[in-house]
C-alpha cells in the first residue's frame, strides 16, 4: 500500500505538514478556521527534532497493527485502501494504542478524548495535504515494501 | 548613533488569518519574525527585511505580505529616496556600496522595443506540432567551405563544437556565490535538456564531475580551482575577461561564504576573501589572449572550444574582432543588465551598454569582416523569456545564456541580498541549513520545465515566421521591427522601423 514515507535529508522542520494535517482532519473549507477553537498539532504526523537534524513521523499503517490488536473499544479498523482508521465516536481515550505503538505516531487527545492519528486523508481522497503542501519533497507517498 | 535608514518595506500581517504556526519565525534567516510566548503573540523586525518572499510563500494562512513602506522623504526628482539612502549608507561606513543581481535602473531594454514578423498570405507559417521543427544549434568556429578526399569523406578540418538540442544555456554562477545544491540543480538540468551549466570561477565541486559532458569551465583572472583535470572535466573551457554586471573588475566572494567545501575547490583558504584581479594579468592584448586560449587547447588536446566571455562595452565590435582572430571558438558578450552574486553599485549601475546593441555591432562588424564563422556568439545579460532569445538569434547569436531566469525558477525573488549570504531560498548561500530548502529533484524539474516551455514558445515563434530552423533565423533581422526608436538605434541594431 502506499504510505507517506520520510526523506529526512530535505526536512527544514518548518513543520507547516503539521498543520496541514490538522487543517485536513477538521474538515473546514477555510484553513484558519481549524484552529479557531485553539487546536494545536501535532494531530497525524509530527516532527521530531535535534539541532539541525529534523524529520517527520506518522503512522505506518502496519501490516500487523499492535494499535488495533490493542484497542479495547473497536474503534480502531483498518478501511479499504489500508489506512488504519480511528472511529471518534467509539474510541474511549483509554491510551492503550499510544502505549503499544512501536513508532510513538499516535496523539493523544487529551484525557477520555478520542486520540488522532494519520488516517491518510481519507476525507480528502487519500491525498495526503502534508506531502502535498510539504515545500522540499521531505515526506513522499509512495508504494513500498511492507511493514 | 543615528540611525539614518529606515526600513524599505513593511511585513503585513493579517491577524485574522494568521494560525501562530511559526512557520514564518523558522524560516525567515534574517529574524525578522519572533514570536513571545508570554503575550502569545507574534512580531516582525522590519529593519531586516530584504523583501524576500520566503515568509509569504510558505505560511499557510496567506496572512502574510511585504509591502514597501509610505515612508517618505520631500520628493524630489533629482535626489530620490534611493540616492539619499546611499549617501547615508556611506556616510555611515565610509564603504564602496556592494549590490547582487542585475541593475533594477531604468535604462531602455531593446529588446522590448524590437517585433518579431510572422507570416500572412503570401508564405506559409508552419505548425510546430504537426510539422518538424529544428532548434538544435551547434556552437563553435564552423568551415569556410567542404573539400572531400577521393573516397567521398570529408577533407576539411573540423572544429570542435557544442552540440545544443535548445539555444539556451546555464550561465556562469560561481560555486561559492550560489550553493552546492544550486549547481546540482543546474547541471541535472543541463543534460536532461541536451545543454550545458558553466562553473563560473569558483572551480568544480569533486561531486559534480560526472556532469561533466554538460558543463563549461571557466577560466577567470583568479584562476580559482583551475588544474588539469579541471579543464578536462568539462566540454568547453571559458576565458572570462568581464562581466556585464561589472565591467573592468575581477569577482568578489566574501569570505564569510568560503567554507570548507568551497575553499577546497577553490584552492584558497577557508575564511579568505576570494579577490579576482581586475584583468588577467598575463593578457595585455589579443596576442596574450591567443597565447592563453592554446594554452588551455594544448592541455586538452585540442578537443574542446574555447569560449572568451566579455561585458558589452564601448568598443565591443572591435574587441570581438581581435576575439575571433584570437583562436577562441565562441564568443560570449554579457550585457550590462546581468546579474551578479555581488558587485560595487555604481558599476553595476553605469558601466557597459546593452547586449542588444552590443551584439548587432558584433555580428555586422564579423559579417563585414568576413569572420563570422570564425566564432560562435552567444548572448548573456537580461535574456529574460523565449521572445528574448528569438530576438536575440534574429540579431545574430548562435545562442543565449540565461542565470537570473535560472535561479527565479529555483525560487529566487530577486531580493538582491546575495552578497549577505543568507538567501532563504537557499541558492546564493553556503549555511548547510539554508543550502538545504533547494531539493535539487524538485530545483532540477523547475528549470527542465522553463527551458522546455521557452524551447516550445520559440518553436511556435519561428513557425509563425514561416522558420522551421533556427539556422534560417540566425541573423535574419529582417524578421523584426523597431518600435520607438531612433534612426541611429535601428541603424546600430541594423533592423527597420515597424511600418517600413
Ligand atoms: S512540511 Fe516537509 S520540510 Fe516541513 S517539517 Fe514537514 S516534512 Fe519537514
Ligand atoms: S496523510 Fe493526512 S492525516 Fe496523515 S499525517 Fe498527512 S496530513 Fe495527516
Ligand atoms: S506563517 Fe503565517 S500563519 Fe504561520 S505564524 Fe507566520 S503569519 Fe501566522
Ligand atoms: S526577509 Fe524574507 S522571509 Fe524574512 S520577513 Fe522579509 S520577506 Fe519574509
Known sequence: MKRVYVNEEWCLGCRLCEYWCVFSASGEKHFPFAFDGGAKPPAGIQVEERGSVHFAVNCRHCEDPLCLKGCISGALSRDGYGAIRVDKTKCVGCHTCIALCPYGCIVSGGDNMPIKKCQLCAGKDYTPQCVSHCPNNAIVFEEDEDL | MIDYIQPDYEVVRNKDLCVKCKVCVRQCANQVHAYDEKRDALYVDNSKCVNCHRCVSLCPAHALKIVKTDHCFKPSANYTEDIIKDIYRQADSGGV????????????????????????????????????????????????????????????????NLELKVPIM????????????????????????????????????????????????????????????????????????????????????PGSKIGEDVSR??????????????????????????????????????????????????????????????????IAIDGFRGGTGAAPTRIRDNVGIPVELALAAVDTRLREEGIRNNVGIVVGGSVRSSADVVKAV???????????????????????????????????????????????????????????????????????????????????????????????????????????
Open chain 2, 97 to 160: 556600496l556592494l549590490s547582487s543581481m542585475g541593475t533594477p535602473k531604468s535604462y531602455p531594454v531593446y529588446w522590448d522595443k524590437m517585433l518579431i514578423n510572422a507570416s500572412q498570405v503570401t508564405n506559409p507559417s508552419i505548425d510546430p506540432l504537426r510539422e518538424p521543427m529544428e532548434i538544435k544549434t551547434f556552437l563553435g568556429k564552423k568551415p569556410e567551405a567542404l573539400e572531400y578526399l577521393p573516397d567521398g569523406s570529408i577533407k576539411t578540418e573540423k572544429y570542435p
Open chain 2, 170 to 253: 546555464f550561465s556562469a554562477m560561481s560555486y561559492g556565490s550560489i550553493s552546492k545544491n544550486a549547481h546540482l540543480c543546474l547541471a541535472r538540468a543541463a543534460r536532461e535538456l541536451g545543454t550545458f551549466y558553466n562553473t563560473g570561477e569558483g572551480g568544480l565541486h569533486e561531486d559534480l564531475y560526472e556532469y561533466g559532458e554538460n558543463t563549461i569551465v571557466q577560466v577567470a583572472s583568479g584562476r580559482f580551482g583551475v588544474h588539469p583535470a579541471y579543464l578536462r572535466a568539462g566540454s568547453a573551457i571559458e576565458i572570462k575577461i568581464g562581466q556585464g554586471a561589472k565591467p573592468g573588475i575581477g569577482g568578489h566572494l
Open chain 2, 265 to 330: 575547490t577553490r584552492m584558497i583558504p577557508m575564511g579568505s576573501d576570494a579577490i579576482s584581479p581586475a584583468p588577467h594579468h598575463d593578457i595585455y592584448s589579443i596576442e596574450d589572449l591567443r597565447q592563453l586560449v592554446y594554452s588551455l587547447k594544448e592541455a586538452t588536446d585540442y578537443k574542446k572550444p574555447v569560449i572568451v566571455k566579455i561585458a558589452a562595452v564601448h568598443n565591443v565590435a572591435a574587441i570581438a574582432s581581435g576575439i575571433a582572430r584570437s583562436g577562441a571558438d565562441i
Open chain 2, 394 to 500: 534574429a540579431l545574430g547569436a548562435d545562442a543565449v545564456y540565461i542565470a537570473t531566469p535560472a535561479l527565479l525558477a529555483l525560487g529566487c525573488h530577486l531580493c538582491r541580498s546575495c552578497h549577505s549570504g543568507r538567501c532563504n531560498w537557499g541558492i546564493a548561500t553556503q549555511i548547510p541549513e539554508l543550502v538545504n530548502r533547494l531539493n535539487p529533484d524538485i530545483g532540477a524539474r523547475r528549470l527542465v520545465n522553463l527551458v522546455t516551455a521557452w524551447a516550445h514558445e520559440i518553436m511556435e515563434m519561428m513557425g509563425g515566421m514561416g522558420i522551421n530552423s533556427i539556422e534560417a533565423l540566425r541573423g535574419n533581422r529582417l524578421m523584426l521591427r523597431g518600435i520607438g526608436l531612433s534612426q541611429k538605434e535601428l541603424d546600430i541594431l541594423g533592423i527597420k522601423h515597424a511600418g517600413e
